[in-house]
Structures are given as C-alpha cells and as structure tokens.
C-alpha cells in the first residue's frame, strides 16, 4: 500500500488578479481581469470595453496582497504551508504585452514575494497566465485568436524563467486551459484567450484556433525552460470536472465520452505531444480546421509535460436528449441534476469521490504525476468574534482528501501535492464576488468592496494545520 510521501506537497493556492490588487501600481498595464466587473451568485460579471465609471472592479483592489505580502506570507508559513501556489501577473511584467523590454518594477515584486516565500521554507509553485493578460493584447490583437501571441506569451515565459531561475522550480503554463471547451457564452474565451466573438465569427473555430495557439506557445516555452534550468519540473493545468452518464443507456455513455473527449484533449496534447484522432475528425467533419503548420506539430510533440496540475470542485452529469447520432454534446441542454449528490449555494456538485475517479482516469490515460492545485468550498461564511466556525468547509476538504489519500494508497496514483483553493479570501473569478469564500483565513471585505481588509484565522486554519503536520495522517 502506498502512503503519502514526506515530501508531500501540502500547501495553498490563488491567483495574482485574483489577490494582488495594486492593478496599475509601478508601472503595471491594464489586464483582461480589469475590466470584469463584480458580478453575484445570479448575475453574471459584465465585460466592460476598458475602465467606466460607475462599475465596481473588484479585482483593482483585490485583497490589497500587494501591499501586505509580508504579513500573509507570514501566517502562511504558521499555517504550516509546504508550497504556495500563486501567478504571475503578465501585465506586471509587460504592462501592453507586446514590449522589447520588461518593466524592471513588476519582476521586483516576484522576486520579493518568492524570497518571502523561500525565507519560510515554502516553494513557490507558479502559474505564467491564470485567466490574465494584458488588455491591450485584446484591443490590438484579438487576443489568442492572432499567432503573434506566441511570441508574446513565449518572451514573458522566458523573461520569467531566466529571473527567477534559482527561486522557482514548479510553473505551470495556462491555468484550466481547457475551460474554454464551454465556448457557448463569452465568460470562458474571454478569460482564457482574451476572446470576444462577434456576430458572424464561429465560436466553436474560434476556440480551436486560440487554443492551438496556447498549446503551441506552451510547447515552446517548455523547450525554453527545460534549457534555462534542466530542474525546472514544467506542467499543463487542467480544470477536471469529470462528466458521469446519467443513466446506463449506452446513448448516455457515449455522450458522456463525447463530453471527456471535448473537455480533456487539451491535456492528450499537453502531455503525448500530438492531437489525439478523435479531435483530427471532430476538426474535419465540422470543417473547424484550423491554422496549425508543421512547425507547430513538432513542437507540440517536443514541448510534452513533466506533471500534470489539475483543479478538482465538482463533477456533471450527462443524458442525451435528442435522437441524433452521438457526435458531441450541447452543455446547456444535457448536463443534468446528479440526484445522488448535494450541491453549494453557487449550485456545484459537491461529490468527494469525483476526485478519486478524476485522479484514476488521469492517471490510467497518462501515467504522469498529478497536483492537486485546486480544491475547495466557496460559501457564505459568518463572521463572529473575529473567526468564522467553518466546519461545512472543513467537512469538504477532509472528504476529498480522504479520496485523494484512498486514490495513492489503494489505486497506485502518483499525486505530489494538494493545494486549497483561496487559502486567504480573495474575489471569486466567476462572479467577482468576495462573498464566495474559499478561505482557511477571512479576509474583512465584502461584494461591494467594503472593509478594513484584515485578516482572521478561521476553524478550518487550525484544523488544516494539523493535517500538514501529521502529513495527513490526522484529518
Ligand atoms: P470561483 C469554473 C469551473 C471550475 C473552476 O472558482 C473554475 C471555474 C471558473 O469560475 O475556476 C477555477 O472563483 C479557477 C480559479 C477560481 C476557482 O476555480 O468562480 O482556476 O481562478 O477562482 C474557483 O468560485
């Protein structure tokens, strides 16, 4: 029976637009995350054309971490944290994206972050782009859907790898890449590919495109890393949001396959290095061909993955409604209500064993280690005598790192690590909310931005500090 190793990853995630704030401090550009406006639990967040008036960008702010690393990184490390997973902010370190030149200011910060880090003992595990880039990236070149965004995306990697050679070994290209295979509203193309489709552009090719165009730029810049550093461990970051049939009519099988093959080839392309056949059809029989030349094919097929990051908060639930052949799946008519399952107040499946299959499907498809960069409860939390007694989200980590555990022990997978989701409260990404709370600590700001800002130890900080000691023995 495997146990966990003592080198286990224990640690905690964010993102940079998510936290940092600071949005235009020395020198950084506008990015695609500034111009999202808060949104709510039933309202979606508006893409605006540049700053207005009048709207609330929750992301300026944030939770203000760029003002306060020291601090956080402080109660970090009493947390115990082994690893902290966070992003570069690009347009920190190329404000328009497409500079000669880096600005001096922005790489600065990274590297007092990292040496904050690294003061405590934890490793800094760091994602390139995290639904960001410049903005100025999408009015002047229509984000991922334009090939010069390769080199772009290429010099910033590079940039980051020669800086930051002997302070970060963990990087990850594109966070969830492959979320974007819901292309149907204008949330997940903007977010991963600064995409806006007009009227007559299809959406669906569009997709395609821009993600050929990552995967690419991807590929390259692991070439570069592996040469800059040969320790650096490069990996993809894969959303894993497994899609159960939901029935045994084989019609819902098949579209539950049809559904993992839409959501997961990215990561077919990531880690074996060529499209996989299944997706060459899907091209060729819908006509979505897209520009990909022989050059692109050999780098993808050099530029493979050493692990593979994955997010774990849910699964879905597939049945097939119409009498159609099985070719594909439409997400808002066929994913369904899994009776078997509760779901959060923002309608996620909360399903602990979901991560155990997700982890056994990656892990027979590709043989590679797997970290769990992302998992967690975002709910409403009561603040009371300056905690917050949150033992729902304390029953939803134990549960799913029960299945992690039970996935390395008993189905032989190779997991390095496990990082909570939003370890400090920070702006939700889907609906900007603040209110949506991952955190073990509370961050004192609500939707409307209202606050003073500080930070609170909650139950789950105590609790999950045990597990980190006991290397989770102790759960
Ligand atoms: P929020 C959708 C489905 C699964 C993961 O999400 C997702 C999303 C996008 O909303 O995103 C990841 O904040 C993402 C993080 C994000 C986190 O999940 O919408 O990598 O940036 O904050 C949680 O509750």
Same mark, same amino acid.
């Given at each position: 029976m495997n146990k966990l190793n003592k080198n286990f990853l224990w640690g905690g995630a964010v993102a940079a637009h998510q936290f940092e704030g600071g949005w235009n401090s020395d020198g950084k550009g506008m990015s695609i995350a500034d111009v999202m406006t808060v949104g709510s639990n039933s309202t979606p967040r508006k893409i605006t054309d540049g700053i207005l008036e009048n709207e609330i960008y929750p992301n300026h702010e944030g939770i203000d971490f760029y003002n306060r690393y020291e601090g956080d990184i402080k109660l970090l490390a009493e947390l115990g944290l082994k690893c902290f997973r966070t992003s570069i902010a690009w347009s920190r370190i190329? &404000?328009?994206?497409?500079?000669?030149? &880096?600005n001096e200011k922005g790489l600065e910060f990274y590297d007092k972050l990292f040496d904050e880090c690294l003061k405590y003992g934890i490793e800094p595990i760091i994602t390139l782009s995290h639904f960001e880039m410049p903005y100025h990236l999408v009015k002047e070149y229509g984000g991922w859907r334009n090939r010069k965004l390769i080199d772009f995306f290429v010099s910033f990697a590079e940039t980051c790898f020669v800086r930051y050679k002997d302070k970060v070994k963990y990087w990850m290209t594109f966070n969830e890449i492959n979320n974007q295979a819901s292309f149907s509203e204008d949330f997940e193309p903007f977010t991963n590919s600064g995409l806006l489709a007009t009227e007559d552009e299809n959406r669906e090719a569009l997709m395609y495109q821009a993600a050929h165009y990552e995967l690419v730029a991807s590929a390259k810049a692991t070439i570069i890393g592996r040469k800059v550093n040969p320790d650096f461990y490069i990996g993809c970051m894969i959303a894993m949001v497994p899609v159960y049939p939901y029935s045994c009519n084989p019609k819902d099988m098949m579209a539950a396959t049809k559904a993992m093959q839409r959501k997961y080839w990215f990561a077919d392309v990531h880690v074996k290095g060529h499209y996989p056949s299944y997706i060459e059809s899907h091209l060729d029989r819908k006509g979505l061909r897209s520009d990909i030349t022989k050059e692109d094919r050999e780098l993808l097929q050099e530029g493979t993955v050493d692990y593979i990051g994955l997010s774990y908060y849910m699964s879905k639930t597939i049945t097939y409604q119409n009498n159609e052949p099985v070719f594909d799946y439409n997400e808002s008519n066929d994913l369904v209500n899994n009776p078997n399952v509760e779901s959060s107040d923002w309608g996620w499946h909360i399903d602990p064993l979901g991560l155990r299959y997700g982890l056994n499907w990656l892990n027979e498809r590709y043989e590679l280690p797997l970290f769990i960069v992302e998992n967690g409860f975002g709910a409403y939390d009561t603040f009371e005598n300056e905690t917050v007694i949150d033992d729902y989200r304390i029953e939803y980590l134990k549960a799913h790192i029960e299945t992690m555990k039970d996935a390395i022990e008993y189905d032989g997978v190779n997991v390095i690590g496990y990082t909570p989701w939003g370890v400090i409260d920070i702006v939700s990404a889907g609906t900007g909310e603040m209110e949506k709370r991952y955190g073990l600590i509370y961050v004192d700001k609500d939707n409307q931005g209202k606050g003073t800002l500080k930070r609170y130890r909650k139950k789950s900080f105590y609790w999950y500090k045990k597990v980190i000691e006991s290397n989770g023995e102790e759960i």
């Open positions: 190329f &404000p328009n994206g497409d500079e000669t030149q &880096p």
